[in-house]
């Protein structure tokens, strides 16, 4: 869902950062999934989107520590993520 995402500047990102990116996003899929996993997909779509804009626009802002990013992607989004 990352992959090929372009900074709001027009810069691709570079390949180490988006690596990085990628595995707190899969981090965020893993254990968003394991919550709306079921059903017709909808909650788990929309939320995966979210948490999906929340670490580019985080990354974008110069956060890159990877659980801060998750913590953040998912805050509201799990019991365990409070806003």
């Known amino acids: ?29 893993r254990k968003l999934e394991g919550v709306y996993g079921g059903g017709d997909g909808s909650q788990l779509t929309s939320r995966l989107q979210l948490a999906a804009k929340r670490i580019m626009d985080l990354a974008q802002e ?13 805050a509201g989004l799990l019991p365990a993520y409070p806003h």
């Not at 709001?8 to 990102?13: N, P, W």
């Open 1 to 29: 869902m990352l992959l090929g995402m372009i900074s709001e500047s027009g810069e691709a990102l570079d390949p180490e950062t988006l690596k990085r990116l990628e595995q707190v996003f899969e981090r965020c899929r």
């Open 62 to 74: 110069g956060v890159m520590d990877p659980d801060l990013l998750e913590k953040q992607a998912l």
